[in-house]
Structure formats: C-alpha cells, structure tokens
C-alpha cells in the first residue's frame, strides 16, 4: 500500500517512541492515543476529529524530555510541539483542536466543578502546570477561537481514554483518516 511520507514518518515515531508510560497513567501514549482516537471514531466525528485525536498527544512522542518531566515541575508543553510538527502537513481542523486540547482542559475546569473532580491525579498535576483553570477573561476569549467546540470534544475522548487493556484498532486502522485529513 502507498502511503504519503509523513503518515510513515508518524507511524515511524509512534512505533519508535509510543510505548512511553502516559505520565502516570495506566497506559502507554501509543494506547492512550489509539483509545483517544477510537473514541472519536465511535462517537462518529469527522475525519480530521478522528485524527486530530490520534495525533493530539503526538508532541509528547517528539519533544526530548523525561517521561516525568511533570513530576519536576517542567510543562512539556506537547500541545504546541506536536501542532507545530503537524501544520505543514495537515488541516488545521486538525492542528488547531491539537494545539487547543489543553486548553480545552482548563476551559473545563473553569466552567464545569463536576468535570474538574473527574480528573485524575496526573491530569490535575499537568492542569497546574498547565496554569490551573481559565479566569472568566480566559473563558471567553477561548468560546470565541473557530475550533474551540472540536477542541472540547477531543478533550471529552482524551479524558476517556486512560483504560488499561481496553481494546481498540491498530495505528493503520485510522491511516485513512489521517490521508483525508492531508493538506492538498
């Protein structure tokens, strides 16, 4: 089968570097990305949704830091590594909900006290560093960004999917959404 570069290259860097513990979750970035993206495709999102949330972690498998660098008080900042890495290559309908996820998590946590009790111990630790919730300023300057709505989707599939031994389609399952999500 002919694939484009740089699904290779993405599936290159996920065989090379996926099986990293998912900051002290019950998961690996590969698995956690796999069930992310899944999510999406059961949930009947777009094309470029689905891979948005197959790739919404993708910094955490480029950036050279420690696996617990969270633990040392550093940000990765994954979320804008893996959208700069992507936007020369794909939609923004799928570099933007990449880039925004984390956000997306701090909007949340401003508007909905249910979903911020929901989140788990490594979730609440990257939130701090991550700056904690939005303010009321914050909260609305993100509603008005365009992908902001995807944004929040991706990080409803994002926190679901954390199950130890859940199952869910190979990397090459979701090859077809990543090529319908190409730039042309």
Request: with cysteine; hydrophobic share 45%; charged share 20%.
């Amino acid at each position: 089968m002919q694939t484009n570069p740089i699904i290779n290259q993405i599936f290159a860097i996920f065989g090379a570097t996926g099986d990293a513990t998912y900051i002290g979750e019950p998961v690996s970035l590969s698995e956690h990305m796999l069930q992310t993206a899944y999510a999406a495709e059961q949930d009947w999102a777009g094309a470029a949704l689905i891979a948005a949330a197959l790739l919404h972690d993708f910094g955490h498998l480029i950036h050279d830091l420690p696996e617990d660098a969270a633990e040392h008080g550093i940000d990765t900042v994954h979320e804008q590594a893996g959208a700069e890495f992507l936007e020369p290559y794909f939609l923004s309908s799928v570099t933007e909900p990449t880039r925004l996820h984390v956000a997306a998590k701090r909007y949340l946590c401003a508007i909905d006290s249910v979903y911020l009790a929901s989140l788990s111990p490594a979730s609440i630790l990257s939130l701090e560093l991550q700056g904690g919730p939005f303010n009321e300023a914050e909260v609305r300057a993100f509603e008005a960004l365009p992908y902001a709505q995807d944004a929040v989707q991706l990080r409803r599939y994002d926190d679901s999917a954390k199950e130890a031994g859940a199952w869910t389609p190979g990397l090459e399952h979701f090859q077809p959404y990543l090529e319908q999500a190409l730039r042309a």
